[in-house]
């Protein structure tokens, strides 16, 4: 937790004051029978009107005054609550970005998003808590046992007696709830993660007549989920009847020996009644800490999670890396990668080289490895065995971020922001950008029709995920935005998939002839797209079965012949 505790720093004063205004609230509320005790054993005995509109006019006196320093408290609790929150969230999601891939695999999107959302706020919720009850509850608690004890010390056995019971109640149902909450928080992971998959691919879930399938599986998660609170609901509202099942006795006990004691002259009327009073300031308060312990187990299981996160090491892209000399641009010698929980390679003993300039497609099936082979060019995984190298101007990249400098890609799916196209062109780019670039690289994406034609053109707004734009459309501008980057290495990821053959071979012819000394490699599932590649690099599950030209590979591979003619007419000449 020594991650979490550092943020209470900027927050100080209010997490002194807070508390520090709720004792004061307290100490008012334990005067309160006392003074009763006087109006009824005294005043209204002798009949002093004075004294009793005194009295009255005092205890009116600490309400007023313990409004207000209970609403000060609050607003000090609350201040240094959502503080702390705020910055720890923003800390979290800048601690999400910088760690690696592997890690975020690990941990997975969903529950990353369920922690910067949910247990965040959980959190907060607990800090406010602990901070108006921390101090006020065992002040009362104890304060009450201690001016019960000047009342009446052989009573304030009873108290103790209770005050014991009523605490081994909370630790015992704590013990019981926090594995429970444990299992729903990962079951909100589950039901997160579910939620957003289904979002996703709703398009294809519904193609494929599978709306029933994920109904059900949606339905059981959300089942065992609602188990889960349900269980832990039983167990918690135990707490309540079984606290009043105590005090209640208690009070009964306390009634009792209290009417013996005033008949025997040892006690009187208004003492007992401040008795009574300090009994159900005692109930208040615990009732008060078995919420406040309820929220501080959910609280603490939230940290935990987030510490977790804490502890993992970011990705420092000041790594040096090991340099090279080379005149080829991509050197990829004998090389395999098995994922952490994978039980066979995704690639396995690639092998080939690439000249600056030169154009490379790629091609395979679903899991031949072709978007492995991008996340290993962009170094986001290293491979465990043979050798990935990249060069410019002969020399390898020093470091992490320089190796990452040089890779621009271009994914599967168009992300876009929203903002303008002006904004989404220079993301993450430092300084100004001139119009003239990003009109050359829109030329080059072939967008510069759609996007003149726009109202306000490079400052035309985006909505968020490019909601206003066609997928063809989505997809030329993320390749303008990579190309204002311009690194010697360009990978399309399948990312011309939406455009008609025509488009993408001017985007192609444009790349080659404008980015002559950019390496192109582009993914494609369209033999057609890659008939203008020098070479093609041909995966089948993991194991590259060839490294050739269209030409070459229709003669010589059986494979990519078939994949050929099975999106074209047998025998037909292309």
């Known amino acids: 937790m020594k991650y979490l505790s550092r943020y209470f720093k900027g927050y100080l004063k209010e997490t002194v004051l807070g508390p520090l205004f709720k004792l004061f609230e307290a100490s008012f509320e334990l005067l309160v029978p006392i003074i009763i005790a006087r109006i009824v054993d005294t005043i209204i005995p002798s009949n002093n009107k004075m004294n009793l509109v005194l009295m009255i006019g005092l205890l009116f006196l600490f309400a007023v005054v313990?409004?207000?320093?209970?609403?000060?408290?609050?607003?000090?609790?609350?201040?240094?609550?959502?503080?702390?929150?705020?910055?720890?969230?923003?800390?979290?999601?800048?601690?999400?970005?910088?760690?690696?891939?592997?890690?975020?695999?690990?941990?997975?999107?969903?529950?990353?998003?369920?922690?910067?959302?949910?247990?965040?706020?959980?959190?907060?919720?607990?800090?406010?808590?602990?901070?108006?009850?921390?101090?006020?509850?065992?002040?009362?608690?104890?304060?009450?046992?201690?001016?019960?004890?000047?009342?009446?010390?052989?009573?304030?056995?009873?108290?103790?007696?209770?005050?014991?019971?009523?605490?081994?109640?909370?630790?015992?149902?704590?013990?019981?709830?926090?594995?429970?909450y444990a299992s729903i928080r990962r079951a909100t992971d589950k039901i997160v993660n579910m939620t957003r998959q289904q979002l996703e691919g709703v398009r294809v879930i519904r193609a494929f007549g599978q709306v029933d399938k994920e109904e059900r599986?949606?339905?059981?998660?959300?089942q065992n989920y609602t188990d889960l609170q349900l269980?832990?609901?039983?167990?918690?509202?135990?707490?309540?009847?079984?606290?009043?099942?105590?005090?209640?006795?208690?009070?009964?006990?306390?009634?009792?020996?209290?009417?013996?004691?005033?008949?025997?002259?040892?006690?009187?009327q208004g003492m007992?009644?401040?008795?009574?009073?300090?009994?159900?300031?005692?109930?208040?308060?615990?009732?008060?800490?078995?919420?406040?312990?309820?929220?501080?187990?959910?609280?603490?299981?939230?940290?935990?999670?987030?510490?977790?996160?804490?502890?993992?090491?970011?990705?420092?892209?000041?790594?040096e890396l090991e340099e090279m000399t080379s005149d080829f641009a991509v050197s990829v010698s004998d090389m395999s990668f098995t994922y952490p929980t994978a039980a066979e390679p995704s690639l396995s003993h690639i092998d080939f080289q690439l000249n600056p300039g030169d154009f490379l497609g790629v091609i395979g099936g679903i899991g031949s490895g072709k978007?492995?082979?991008?996340?290993?060019?962009?170094?986001?995984?290293?491979?465990?065995?043979?050798?990935?190298?990249?060069?410019?101007?002969?020399?390898?990249?020093?470091?992490?971020?320089?190796?990452?400098?040089?890779?621009?890609?271009?994914?599967?799916?168009?992300?876009?922001?929203?903002g303008t196209i002006r904004s989404n062109l220079t993301l993450g780019m430092?300084?100004?950008?001139?119009?003239?670039?990003?009109?050359?690289a829109l030329d080059i994406a072939q967008a510069s029709d759609f996007v003149s034609e726009k109202e306000g053109q490079l400052d035309a707004t985006v909505e968020a995920f490019g909601r206003n734009f066609s997928g063809g459309q989505r997809q030329?501008?993320?390749?303008?935005?990579?190309?204002?980057?311009?690194?010697?290495?360009?990978?399309?990821?399948?990312?011309?998939?939406?455009?008609?053959?025509l488009t993408e071979s001017k985007l192609l012819t444009a790349i080659h002839e404008q980015l002559s000394d950019t390496t192109l490699i582009l993914i494609s599932q369209r033999t057609n797209s890659l008939k203008a590649a020098d070479k093609i690099l041909l995966l089948d599950k993991g194991h590259q079965l060839g490294f050739a030209s269209h030409d070459e590979l229709l003669v010589t591979n059986e494979l990519y012949r078939d994949i050929h003619y099975s999106q074209h007419q047998k025998g037909k000449e292309d």
């Open 66 to 180: 313990g409004v207000i320093v209970a609403i000060t408290a609050q607003y000090f609790s609350s201040k240094a609550a959502v503080g702390y929150t705020r910055q720890l969230t923003k800390d979290l999601f800048k601690k999400i970005m910088g760690l690696s891939k592997e890690d975020r695999d690990k941990l997975t999107t969903s529950s990353l998003v369920t922690r910067l959302t949910s247990d965040t706020y959980q959190i907060q919720t607990g800090i406010n808590q602990f901070l108006r009850l921390f101090l006020r509850a065992p002040i009362i608690v104890f304060g009450a046992i201690i001016m019960a004890f000047n009342i009446s010390p052989k009573m304030t056995i009873d108290f103790l007696v209770m005050v014991a019971i009523l605490f081994v109640i909370v630790f015992t149902m704590s013990h019981l709830l926090n594995p429970i």
């Open 231 to 268: 269980k832990a609901g039983r167990l918690s509202s135990l707490v309540t009847p079984l606290t009043y099942l105590v005090v209640n006795s208690t009070l009964v006990l306390v009634i009792w020996q209290g009417n013996i004691q005033i008949g025997k002259g040892l006690l009187s």
């Open 217 to 222: 599986e949606f339905a059981a998660a959300n």
């Open 476 to 501: 030329r501008l993320t390749i303008a935005r990579a190309i204002v980057q311009k690194a010697p290495l360009l990978i399309l990821d399948d990312s011309t998939s939406a455009l008609d053959y």
């Open 371 to 418: 978007s492995t082979l991008v996340e290993l060019l962009t170094h986001l995984y290293t491979p465990q065995e043979g050798r990935l190298a990249i060069f410019q101007n002969q020399k390898s990249p020093k470091t992490l971020g320089e190796w990452r400098s040089w890779v621009n890609v271009v994914p599967q799916k168009a992300e876009l922001f929203q």
């Open 430 to 440: 430092k300084g100004d950008v001139s119009d003239e670039t990003l009109w050359k």
């Open 272 to 319: 007992l009644i401040a008795l009574v009073n300090y009994l159900l300031q005692i109930l208040t308060e615990l009732l008060k800490m078995t919420m406040l312990v309820n929220s501080l187990n959910q609280s603490f299981i939230s940290a935990k999670r987030i510490t977790e996160v804490f502890e993992k090491e970011s990705e420092d892209l000041s790594t």
